[in-house]
């Protein structure tokens, strides 16, 4: 899987996340690191929509930038997660393209497990016409 990645901070997070996408066999495209959080989750969200990227992965301090930034790029549905079960959440039920979470909180192991739900779960298609009603 191709995957945008920006971060507006490197941290160790930031670093192991990189990371554990690389060693799943994932292609990881940094395209915002240190930028200020609204371009990372602009050029994020534009790298999603383009289809550069199958999804993207954006990080701030609290991810609430990242993911209002990400979210203004037309066919983006970035999701701001604290934990695995909402990242499942949030690609079962609203098909998000983009997972959002937040650096001052979340540790490796909570952002790892997010990742791993986020790109493991499929959309149920129960939910499609449900999902089909943001555009």
């Known amino acids: 899987m191709r995957i945008a990645f920006g971060?507006?901070?490197?941290?160790?997070?930031?670093?192991?996340?990189?990371?554990?996408?690389?060693?799943?066999?994932?292609?990881?495209?940094?395209?915002?690191?240190?930028?200020?959080?609204?371009?990372?989750?602009?050029?994020?969200?534009?790298?999603?929509?383009?289809?550069?990227?199958?999804?993207?992965?954006?990080?701030?301090?609290?991810?609430t930038g990242v993911s209002i930034a990400a979210n203004k790029v037309d066919g983006v549905r970035a999701a701001l997660c604290t934990d695995a079960e909402t990242a499942r959440g949030a690609r079962r039920w609203n098909d998000a393209n983009v997972l959002a979470f937040g650096l001052r909180l979340t540790s490796i192991e909570v952002a790892n497990e997010m990742v791993d739900a986020f790109l493991t779960t499929a959309?149920?298609?129960?939910?499609?016409?449900?999902?089909?009603r943001l555009r």
């Open 7 to 63: 971060t507006d901070e490197v941290t160790p997070v930031t670093d192991a996340v990189q990371g554990r996408l690389r060693e799943a066999g994932h292609t990881v495209d940094a395209v915002a690191v240190g930028d200020p959080w609204p371009d990372v989750g602009r050029l994020v969200g534009e790298a999603v929509s383009g289809r550069a990227a199958d999804v993207g992965v954006v990080a701030c301090w609290t991810g």
């Open 123 to 132: 959309v149920d298609a129960d939910e499609r016409a449900v999902i089909d």
